[in-house]
């Protein structure tokens, strides 16, 4: 069975930084393009950044723009989310997904993680 693993989640202070791994066993992510979705406390999930698999391309929502980096170890096989000046409201469980191309729809991706929790307080 097909099973995408997050790891690198945890409780940062506001203003500090965290890197955010996905891997997966039976899969080999090099061949798909990779999303991250968070799922703050009490709201629906968010699409907020895919690196393609074809040609490298990167996007990002308006909520994470600038701050964080999608990018993808082809070696390991493995995608990261860099996340720096971290706030309060982003807060969530942040979830990798793995489909054929980005999208912002959940229900276009194929294959998911179970989560990790990335909290920011004082």
């Known amino acids: 069975q097909v099973q995408l693993v997050e790891s690198g989640g945890g409780l940062v202070q506001p203003g500090g930084s965290l890197r955010l791994s996905c891997s997966a066993s039976?899969?080999?992510?090099?061949?798909?393009?990779v999303s991250w979705f968070r799922q703050p406390p009490r709201k629906g999930r968010e699409a907020i950044s895919c690196?393609?698999?074809?040609?490298?391309?990167?996007f990002y929502g308006d909520s994470v723009k600038g701050r964080f980096t999608i990018s993808r170890d082809t070696a390991k096989s493995t995608v990261y989310l860099q996340m720096n000046s971290l706030k309060p409201e982003d807060t969530a469980v942040y979830y990798c997904?793995?489909?054929?191309?980005?999208?912002?729809?959940?229900?276009?991706?194929?294959?998911w993680g179970q989560g990790t929790q990335v909290t920011v307080s004082s």
């Open positions: 039976l899969l080999t992510l090099n061949y798909y393009a």
């Open positions: 690196i393609s698999n074809t040609d490298g391309s990167t």
């Open positions: 997904a793995a489909s054929t191309a980005c999208s912002t729809y959940a229900d276009d991706l194929d294959y």
